[in-house]
Nanobody, 124 residues
Framework: QVQLVESGGGLVQAGGSLRLSCAAS????????MGWFRQAPGKEREFVAA????????YYADSVKGRFTISKDNAKTTVFLQMNSLKPEDTAVYYC?????????????????WGQGTQVTVSS
């Protein structure tokens, strides 16, 4: 089993920044992919970014490219999402996800392990 705990959400004005963290514990593998998804009220959960723990390769949704950066710590147990130039449309609950041998990293169904979510609210 893998446990994921997110932190760092909050309220910020448009144009501001937030940094989310996702701490992983339990049974983890070097070939894990860890991702961030978000879900706004009345909308489906959507892909934001992902990173491969083995080589650090990153993937981003077009809507956040150039504004968000996903990274991991050297111990590979914590993943971060640095969010800059935030917009009101970034408002959502952000979820951390993880699994091994993920190919379709942009699909929520590809991940078995999820955190509880952290609220991000961007005011205009």
């Amino acid at each position: 089993q893998v446990q994921l705990v997110e932190s760092g959400g909050g309220l910020v004005q448009a144009g501001g920044s937030l940094r989310l963290s996702c701490a992983a514990s339990g049974r983890t593998f070097s070939n894990y992919v860890m991702g961030w998804f978000r879900q706004a009220p009345g909308k489906e959960r959507e892909f934001v970014a992902a990173i491969r723990r083995s080589d650090g390769r990153t993937y981003y949704a077009d809507s956040v490219k150039g504004r968000f950066t996903i990274s991991k710590d050297n111990a590979k147990t914590t993943v971060f999402l640095q969010m800059n130039s935030l917009k009101p449309e970034d408002t959502a609950v952000y979820y951390c996800a993880a699994d091994h041998f993920v190919v379709q990293y942009y699909k929520a169904g590809a991940y078995d392990y999820w955190g509880q979510g952290t609220q991000v609210t961007v005011s205009s």
